[in-house]
């Protein structure tokens, strides 16, 4: 949080930024507060924090800080917000492992109202577990939380006051290596240094010119930072209208225009409106609170948000230069080209004038973007239209758009189309024909997605049309929440000093809440120690004709630069028969390839040094990007796999229908929080070496640098204290960044950090998929036969390729018994980065083409989806086509009450009426089931081993080969080891995972790893409790610390390893059969959507999933894994867009490009409900894994769209079977809505190509 004080009003503001985009310079004057700050473990936790981690608001934690500061920063403002005001604080705040919810609701406790909001449509309805013999009523309990005291918050430096009073009119200097920042103290100064240095950037919020810095390595010897210039900041109101200083923050132009509407009638204000609407969806509230409205304005950005708006009411600028003043109309000359402006290089902006709007006359503002907050638009627009006087003709109009080309663009001839005619259908008709011929985009126009783009010019018209004709006012969004009480989850008997079963806040959420847990990159610097920074490949496929690393070696700071040559040990590392190499040889197979690292003493040198590498290419010839083209080369990894249970050719032929589809599914990125990071340290003797590492896997690791060393395991130890989110993407990947870094130490610790956009260019994600599936149906609805082809792109290299295809197979089938059902999955080789495992290990792509199979024959045979579903689903003892038995009674239990709980058939009637009603906006939903194989199909993954120790005062010391991801598997384990020895949470401590504690770890995935880690410390605990079962008989009333005490005395061994073997899995391919699961996990999800045909927005209304778990060991960690993976599936099915040029480099490497959800995207009511009465005997406790299967649920939503997309079409008049592929993005579904205005745009050319490799299929 930055504080201020402002000497012109003598107050002190307060505002949340981001980090990253402060220039340290900037802040002179300014008071900063870190989470660190506020409060601490050691002394006093603060209510935001505290309230936060026991909310279970935490999970990995690397989210926690910034969530807290934003809530922070909030409350010194507001000390008791709307729940729209925490909305809007934390709209700019990401968080991939929580789902949102439990953060939402650990603040929301600081609103004043609360129940009164039930009453609103808008909802987030706490996670409630149903069952008859639990007696817990809330996961956590606010009674308890200490109360905001607003006097005990940190005051502002005093001295700070004095010296901001204190005027200082000399320019500041601050001298950095290759850069001079300059602060003028005045105007005049200001001018001087603007003519004198007209390439030197004025920075005042930083936000186009930081991200610039940071990304593309721009350099300006010299800043002019006019922030104390008070002429910027200046506000004036005049008779026609309000001039702004240029320099006033977004957030700040909001809340002076927030301010005027008021005191003027609302014809007036129509501009004020239109602006307040537009900044209320622009970037975030952290960009909002630095960048200035002189800043966005001169950056031109093509898909600004403002200036259309401005433009389209007819704004004006205040110039001065050292040539004097004057006044430049923001108007379709002002925009010249991408970031360009008719600005002289000299000039600068002063004020902005916002004139009020006449009697007649309305401004619309509208936007369409990927996500619905903190995201670019699409298209931006802004529209004016003048009424002559109790007539509807127009006098005068103005339409512009962002997002139409490389700058702000005007519909000029659309105007002229409207100007002087009345305003009805006919003259608007007419306009949508010229908007078409006058903004057209090439197909292959930056930015992708044209005939989205321009169709929703047209829509964006319609709009505004509307809400002209209809006087239509802006209802403002509203994010409210309730609370459902949560009845029992542990049986009345069990002793009140077991936390098994019971709610436990995450053990370390008060350390990440308070900024002091430790993560990789926060281990202190040691002594000499480096940095390396990779250099990647350019070309996807291509020889290296030469490697010339003589200007990086001469960069100051840089001493090695380390190629394949220099590893002593194994270059490569070999995976189900194929060698991958560590470091390109000779030839690279894919852009992000890594070819050498650039070793240096900071990190700035090394990635200056790595910039400085120069690599020289020869390119082979046709490198092979897409799925289809794979198909076409035969290029694939082997072996392929297939799969056959009855006799699918022969079942065709008595089927009543047959229906040939084919299903798109794009990859994901993991987007965990923390990047892949890793620190190696040689110990100094006997070639012995920690490294320190954020990985799933340890045991991989260490052998991987052992490898790559030629060293032997024992001398390399891997230290897992935590990590900030993994979700499968650092099980392999890791090793051999690892390795690599390992390669560069001689006797110097080197430490290794991916940059996002790095980490997202190298380590791949999930595998996206084409399917082709053709399925054989009665006329009831039953599904007699279906053979569906899976062709996963699995990059350049295999990684976990074959294994995801093997699972994609094993899961083809869901919840469904289909008689006849034949598979068949290919791995293809590609020319990009290799994907690997994500959440759910290629499960959420099978299910997907399973779904969508049905759901097309629901649309052939014209009946409901869900009934279709419910005809084919397992029912009592059942074989799935590997003939492994099961009882699929909880799944049906599941479906059963998912439909009650969701008043499935109201809401049906209610959608339908619904859609009846509305034209423009409709309503879909869906239910869908799953059934999800627990444990590892390789038998020897699914061992675990734990070592405990307990010492003389009494704790215990537990190590295990799980690690923690956020996931709360030492939080479930401390619960474990707490019940079996009868001791409590406090007395047990989990410091970290080691090598050197657990050898031979198996990786923490496939949802095992409470089952066989907690398992395993079970045996521990259990070996050391009957140790001492003597000495407790011998004084049964003593203390644990006595009995400790005496053991030791009795030199009885107070220290166990355990070992817990697991399941002995196995799947034969040859015979198609096996027992490749310990059980199953089963759920169902019910998701109601809205859709805005016009603009492809949709907002999620509803959600409720029932899962059965078993008896969980932890609600609350289990409904976080609920929840999170929940909100996950809902951006790989309707969000998440990876994007590639057509050479294979990926576009989409930072949150700007890539969007995860974001608090907005939470459904508007979320319920979680866990199958009461269920029990495992296969796995701890009677509990269940619950890691991944609920990613997949999150395609309810995506099949929600599908619905109210069919809807749209039924009314123009489209019935049956239609594609939609994953994800639904705003655009497709848009485009699939058939509208009046999407069925007018055309776009030929190479648009079909470009979309399949734009979402890397
Ligand atoms: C994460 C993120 C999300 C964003 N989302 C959106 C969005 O949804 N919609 C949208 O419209 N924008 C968005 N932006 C862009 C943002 O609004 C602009 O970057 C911002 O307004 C620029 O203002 P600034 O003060 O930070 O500019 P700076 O980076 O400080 O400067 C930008 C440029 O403007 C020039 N300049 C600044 N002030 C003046 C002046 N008074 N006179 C002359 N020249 C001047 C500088 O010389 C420089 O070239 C986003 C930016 C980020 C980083
Ligand atoms: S807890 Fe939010 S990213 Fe992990």
């Excluded at 920074?533 to 700071?557: F, M, N, W, Y």
Aim: aromatic residues 8%; hydrophobic residues 35%.
């Amino acid at each position: 949080m930055v504080s201020r004080y402002r000497p012109v009003t003598k107050t002190i503001t307060h505002y949340a930024a981001n980090a990253c985009l402060l220039p340290i310079c900037q802040l002179h004057g300014a008071a900063i507060t870190t989470v660190e700050g506020i409060g601490s473990t050691k002394t006093r936790v603060h209510p935001v924090q505290e309230r936060i981690a026991k909310a279970h608001g935490s999970q990995c934690g690397f989210c926690t800080p910034g969530m807290v500061m934003s809530m922070y920063a909030l409350l010194r403002n507001t000390p008791q917000p709307s729940m729209d005001d925490i909305a809007e604080a934390l709209a700019g705040n990401l968080c991939r492992c929580t789902g949102y919810r439990p953060i939402i609701d650990g603040c929301r406790t600081f609103c004043q109202v609360q129940s009164s909001s039930i009453q609103h449509e808008a909802a987030i309805t706490i996670s409630s577990i149903s069952s008859t013999d639990y007696c817990w009523n809330s996961l956590f309990d606010k009674d308890q939380f200490q109360p905001l005291d607003p006097t005990q918050e940190l005051i502002f430096p005093p001295e700070l006051i004095l010296t901001s009073q204190t005027p200082r009119p000399e320019p500041l200097t601050f001298q950095g290596e290759r850069m001079t920042w300059v602060s003028p103290g005045s105007m005049d100064q200001l001018v001087q240094l603007r003519s004198r240095h007209p390439g030197a950037p004025l920075v005042m919020g930083n936000t186009n010119i930081g991200p610039d810095i940071k990304f593309k390595g721009i350099i300006h010897p010299l800043i002019i930072s006019p922030t104390r210039v008070t002429e910027l900041f200046e506000t004036t109101q005049t008779p026609e209208g309000v001039w702004v200083g240029a320099g006033s923050s977004l957030s700040e132009v909001r809340t002076l225009l927030e301010n005027l509407v008021p005191q003027y009638p609302p014809e007036k204000t129509e501009l004020f409106r239109a602006l307040i609407k537009q900044l209320g969806n622009l970037g975030s509230q952290q960009i909002r609170n630095v960048a200035s409205l002189g800043g966005n304005i001169v950056s031109a950005y093509p898909n600004s948000d403002l200036n259309p708006v401005l433009a389209a009411g007819r704004c004006k600028l205040s110039v001065v230069s050292s040539g004097g003043k004057r006044e430049v109309p923001l108007n379709q000359d002002f925009f010249v080209n991408f970031g360009k402006t008719i600005l002289k290089p000299h000039e600068i902006v002063v004020s902005v004038f916002i004139p009020f709007t006449r009697k007649g006359e309305f401004v619309g503002a509208f936007r369409q973007a990927p996500r619905k907050e903190s995201s670019f638009a699409t298209v931006t627009t802004g529209m004016r239209v003048f009424f002559s006087e109790g007539s509807r003709v127009v006098q005068d109009i103005s339409i512009y758009y962002g997002g139409m080309g490389p700058t702000t663009v005007s519909a000029v001839k659309t105007c002229a189309a409207i100007v002087t005619r009345q305003w009805d259908d006919e003259t608007l008709g007419r306009a949508y024909e010229v908007l078409l011929e006058e903004l057209v985009l090439p197909p292959s126009a930056p930015g992708g997605k044209v005939e989205f783009r321009r169709s929703l010019t047209l829509s964006l018209l319609f709009k505004f049309n509307l809400e002209v004709l209809h006087k239509l006012r802006h209802m403002k969004k509203k994010i409210i929440i309730s609370q459902t009480p949560l009845p029992q989850s542990v049986s009345q008997e069990q002793n009140s000093q077991d936390p098994v079963g019971r709610p436990i806040m995450h053990r370390s959420a008060l350390s990440q809440a308070t900024g002091e847990a430790v993560y990789c990159d926060d281990l202190p610097r040691t002594d000499g120690e480096l940095f390396l920074a990779l250099v990647t490949s350019s070309r996807a496929h291509a020889k290296i004709i030469q490697l010339d690393v003589s200007e990086a070696l001469k960069v100051p700071g840089v001493v090695d630069v380390i190629t394949a040559k220099d590893i002593p040990g194994r270059k490569v590392r070999t995976m189900c028969g194929y060698d991958e190499e560590l470091l390109a040889g000779s030839e690279v197979s894919c852009i992000g390839q890594m070819v050498c690292g650039v070793v240096a003493d900071t990190r700035a040198h090394a990635k200056r040094g790595a910039a400085a590498v120069k690599i020289s290419y020869e390119d082979l010839p046709e490198p092979i990007f897409t799925i289809e083209e794979a198909i076409e080369k035969s290029s694939f990894f082997e072996p392929r796999r297939r799969i056959e249970r009855g006799n699918v050719t022969e079942a065709f032929k008595s089927v009543d229908q047959i229906y040939e589809g084919e299903h798109r599914m794009g990859g994901q990125e993991h987007f965990y929080m923390e990047t892949q990071s890793m620190l190696v340290v040689p110990v100094g003797e006997e070639r012995e070496f920690n490294i320190y590492v954020s990985t799933q896997w340890p045991a991989a690791t260490q052998e991987a640098v052992a490898q790559t060393l030629g060293i032997p395991s024992n001398r390399v130890t891997c230290h897992v204290k935590r990590m900030g989110g993994a979700f499968g993407g650092k099980v392999t990947k890791t090793s051999i960044l690892a390795s690599v870094t390992s390669v560069a130490v001689t006797n110097r610790p080197v430490r290794c950090i991916l940059e996002r956009g790095e980490d997202m260019l190298i380590t791949g994600g999930r595998h996206p998929v084409v399917g082709k599936y053709k399925v054989g149906f009665m006329n009831d609805g039953r599904i007699i036969a279906a053979d569906i082809q899976f062709y996963t792109n699995a990059g350049n290299t295999i990684d976990e390729s074959v294994l995801v295809i093997e699972k994609i197979l094993l899961h083809m089938d869901n919840a469904y018994n289909i008689p006849h059902l034949r598979g068949s999955g290919a791995a293809c080789r590609t020319n990009l980065p290799s994907n690997t495992a994500f959440r759910g290990f290629g499960v959420p792509q099978s299910l997907m083409f399973v779904e969508n199979m049905i759901t097309d024959v629901s649309m052939v045979l014209g009946l409901p989806a869900d009934k279709i579903r419910e005809i084919n689903m397992y029912r009592g003892p059942s074989v799935t086509h590997y003939k492994y038995q099961f009882n699929p009674e909880n799944l049906l239990r599941c479906w059963d009450q998912c439909k009650a709980k969701s008043t499935f058939s109201s809401r049906r009637t209610a959608v339908d009426q619904f859609n009846q009603q509305n034209q423009w906006k409709k309503r879909g939903m869906s239910i869908i089931p799953i059934k999800y194989g627990i444990a590892f199909g390789e038998g020897f993954l699914n061992q675990a081993a734990a070592l405990v120790h307990i010492y003389k005062d009494g704790s215990v010391l537990v190590t295990h080969g799980g690690t923690e991801m956020g996931q709360g598997i030492h939080t479930k384990v401390q619960q474990v080891a707490s019940r079996e020895l009868h001791i409590p949470t406090s007395k047990v401590y989990i410091s970290e995972t080691g090598t050197n504690t657990v050898p031979n770890t198996c990786p923490s995935a496939a949802s095992f790893g409470t089952d066989a880690n907690g398992m395993a410390v079970k045996n521990a605990c259990q070996t050391l409790y009957q140790r001492l079962e003597p000495i407790r008989k011998k004084n049964p009333k003593g203390l644990w610390e006595s009995w400790v005490t005496a053991a030791f005395f009795e030199k009885i061994s107070l220290s166990a390893t355990g070992f817990h073997r697991g399941p002995d899995l196995y799947m034969d391919w040859e015979a198609m059969e096996g027992q490749p699961y310990a059980y199953f996990t089963y759920g169902a999800c019910f998701s109601e959507v809205e859709l805005d045909c016009l603009s492809g927005d949709y907002r999620t209304l509803r959600t409720d999933i029932v899962v059965d778990i078993g008896r969980s060991v932890n609600p609350s960690v289990d409904i976080g894994q609920v929840e999170g993976a929940f909100m996950q599936g809902l951006g790989l099915y309707t969000l998440e867009e990876l994007k590639f040029s057509p050479s294979g480099l990926l576009y989409t490497r930072g949150p700007s490009q890539y969007k995860i959800p974001a608090v907005c995207d939470v459904p508007l009511s979320f319920n979680v409900y866990l199958l009461p009465d269920s029990y495992n005997p296969h796995a701890i406790y009677s509990s269940k894994g619950i890691g991944e299967p609920v990613v997949f649920l999150g395609s309810s939503v995506f099949y929600a769209i599908k619905d109210a997309v069919a809807a749209a079409r039924s009314q123009s008049g489209l019935a049956g079977p239609f594609p939609l592929d994953s994800p639904a993005t705003a655009d497709k579904a848009c485009l699939a809505s058939a509208s009046h205005f999407t069925q007018k745009v055309r776009v030929g050319g190479s648009v079909g190509r470009w979309a399949g490799l734009w979402v890397g299929l």
